[in-house]
């Protein structure tokens, strides 16, 4: 499996992301085509979120819509407690998602409840 998208640098803040407040998503346009097998995120949590979701939604506008595309959980208690930077996560996706070339998705990472930190880069850009 090769990485194909990534963004690993400048994450200098947190957003809580879980069913009991909003979700949080991630748009990323891709290259070339390619099979998305699963997602990488960074995180950390101050409670345990119960199952955490990622999900890969088609784009209109530059916002998700419609039915999600694939997704994946993994369980919310093993993601790290320690306050901070967080570590990063993989989520192995169903099914396998063919991606088109210089098409917009977004990614959504959200708990089951209250507690899941998603880093992000919040400077505007």
Not at 92 to 97: E, M
């Amino acid at each position: 499996m090769a990485l194909e998208i990534y963004y690993n640098t400048g994450d200098n803040n947190n957003v809580q992301s879980s069913l009991e407040g909003f979700i949080v998503g991630q748009t990323f346009t891709t290259v070339s085509a390619f099979t998305l097998e699963s997602v990488k995120f960074k995180a950390w949590r101050f409670a345990d979120p119960g199952t955490v979701t990622a999900e890969i939604y088609a784009t209109s506008a530059g916002l998700p819509t419609g039915s999600v595309l694939a997704s994946g959980t993994m369980v919310g208690s093993t993601i790290t407690d320690e306050e901070g930077s967080g570590q990063w996560y993989s989520i192995t996706l169903s099914p396998l998602l063919g991606l088109a070339a210089a098409t917009k998705y977004a990614m959504a990472v959200y708990g089951q409840t209250a507690g899941l930190l998603w880093r992000l880069e919040d400077s505007g850009e």
